[in-house]
């Protein structure tokens, strides 16, 4: 099973910026459709951005107007720019996408196991 890798958390001021990326573990052929969730401690896991196979975005207005979302299709890989942080904003931040990872056209839902980001105040 190919899985998905996020990185790029870490510590930032409120206000700071981070950068998180998202690609797969080995090789596919393109990766469609993928979505960042994030999970605070004590809270349920929430959708926060999705970008569509055809590049349609869509945003939680919690971080409308701050994250921005985006495919880089030559290298199979998704971000999630984050922009004006906040302490809210602290959680563990996954991606999951619907990837095809051969030239038959086989395709596979897959998750990350997730990248801390922290906002301190």
């Known amino acids: 099973q190919v899985q998905l890798v996020e990185s790029g958390g870490g510590l930032v001021q409120a206000g700071g910026s981070l950068r998180l990326s998202c690609a797969a573990s080995?090789?596919?052929?393109?990766?469609?459709?993928t979505g960042w969730s994030r999970q605070a401690p004590g809270k349920q896991r929430e959708l926060i951005a999705d970008?569509?196979?055809?590049?349609?975005?869509t945003y939680a207005d919690s971080v409308k107007g701050r994250f921005t979302i985006s495919r880089d299709n030559a290298v199979n890989t998704v971000y999630l720019q984050m922009n004006s942080l906040k302490p809210e904003d602290t959680a563990v931040y996954y991606c999951?996408?619907?990837?095809?990872?051969?030239?038959?056209?086989?395709?596979?839902?897959?998750w990350g196991r997730g990248t801390q980001v922290t906002v301190s105040s």
């Open positions: 999951n996408a619907d990837l095809q990872i051969d030239r038959w056209g086989r395709r596979q839902s897959a």
């Open positions: 970008i569509s196979s055809g590049g349609t975005t």
């Open positions: 080995e090789s596919i052929v393109s990766i469609h459709a």
